[in-house]
């Protein structure tokens, strides 16, 4: 039996050693991890977990619709689509062809009612006259009927003369009663009040107020400041009362609609401040704002067809509540939005104790009125139309 070959200690020189470089390489880069998940932990801790973000949010802002109040013909159309304009500036003009004849009849129609109201207060004067003449007229007759009646008791006057006098004198005071009854009758209707308050005069002028707006209103006038957007009319076109022609959108009233979920919104509280980036201008430009407000439901329960969670096809989604965020006018002015506009929002969670809520965003206050300022131009014409007509009724009776 043979015995078995000794085995040698000895390692072969060409067998592989350990290679100490790639073991330094795994250790410097297991140090590394573990320094990017200490530096991730860190900012976790002292500043991730105080934040909320979400890219579902965009610019929004008000819309404001450009409607005729009164129906017609379009006779010119002043602006396009992005023009600016600035408030109280012509936008579009409707044919007034038939409010101007209008306006002109109602007009005629004061004229007359202020020359009939003046003839009343000039017949106040003379039927008091009137009524004093045939008062004294009634104490001629009376004195007259003493004078025959004392004269027929001695035979001095016949019987037939002392009738015709009694009858005279029924007549006169018959007369008198009829006169003073006229004068009661031209006060009542003239009144004691100035011309221009008469209640005829008044009726008369508000329908000149009427056909002045109706006739104003055919000058279609942008209401705010802003830029043109969605022009759907056409010179010639018939457009009724109400129809949208077209829209101004005041860029300077934006504001930001996050749509946070709903296991986000535990700590967000009004005020709190926020950062937000617009894809617009990319990551560089940076817009500060604060939370205006909470939505008072979710999207899906004012959408359009709400779903039907109690049918029993129900699928647990998580929701999300519209957001509103303030902008800084500063920031908004520097770099102009649109609307609709994707942002990026974070909301700083930091500041718990939050102060008052910030202003809303409202539509640029100009202190115009147009329905107040064609109501003045109208009383200025009536002023005018009554002040003419009376005078020239008074002067006509002066020279009668």
């Not at 604060?290 to 779903?307: N, Q, Y």
């Not at 929701?319 to 800084?328: A, K, N």
Request: proline share 4%.
């Amino acid at each position: 039996m043979n015995a078995p070959a000794p085995v040698s200690s000895d390692i072969p020189s060409n067998a592989p050693r350990p290679n100490g470089k790639r073991g330094k390489s795994l250790a410097l880069l297991a140090c590394v991890f573990l320094l990017l998940a200490l530096a991730w932990g860190a900012y976790w801790f002292y500043l991730g977990r105080w934040q909320e973000s979400t890219d579902d949010a965009y610019v929004t802002g008000h819309i404001v619709q450009i409607t005729p109040q009164v129906g017609g013909t379009v006779r010119a159309v002043r602006v396009n689509d992005t023009d600016e304009v600035v408030a109280g500036e012509v936008l579009a003009e409707l044919d007034d062809a038939d409010s101007r004849v209008a306006l002109e009849q109602a007009e005629a129609a004061l004229a007359q009612v202020v020359l009939q109201t003046r003839v009343l207060h000039v017949n106040t004067v003379a039927l008091r006259a009137q009524v004093v003449a045939r008062r004294a007229e009634v104490e001629r007759l009376e004195a007259d009927w003493k004078r025959r009646a004392a004269l027929a008791a001695m035979g001095g006057v016949s019987r037939e003369d002392l009738d015709r006098a009694r009858e005279a004198l029924a007549a006169g005071r018959a007369a008198q009663v009829a006169a003073q009854e006229q004068l009661r009758a031209n006060q009542a209707l003239a009144t004691e009040e100035a011309i221009e308050r008469h209640p005829n005069v008044r009726q008369a002028a508000t329908r000149v107020e009427e056909a002045w707006l109706a006739w104003s209103r055919a000058r279609i006038v942008a209401p705010v400041r802003g830029q043109v957007a969605k022009r759907n009319t056409q010179v010639g076109q018939k457009v009724a009362a109400g129809a949208p022609l077209m829209a101004v959108i005041p860029l300077d009233a934006l504001w930001v609609e996050a749509n946070f979920k709903e296991s986000q919104l535990g700590r967000m509280r009004v005020a709190q401040p926020v950062t937000l980036t617009a894809d617009y201008y990319g990551s560089d430009i940076r817009y500060r704002g604060r939370i205006a407000g909470f939505a008072a439901g979710t999207g899906s329960a004012f959408a359009l067809l709400p779903a039907q969670n109690a049918t029993g096809n129900w699928i647990k989604v998580v929701q999300r509540v519209p957001v509103r965020i303030e902008l800084e006018a500063g920031d908004l002015q520097a770099h102009p939005l649109r609307i609709g506009l994707s942002m990026q929002v974070t909301v700083d969670l930091l500041e718990t104790e939050t102060s008052d809520a910030p202003p809303k965003t409202v539509l640029p206050a100009d202190g115009r009125d147009d329905s107040s300022a064609a109501l003045d131009a109208a009383r200025v014409r009536i002023a005018a139309i009554i002040r003419q007509h009376q005078t020239s009724g008074a002067d006509k009776t002066a020279g009668r």
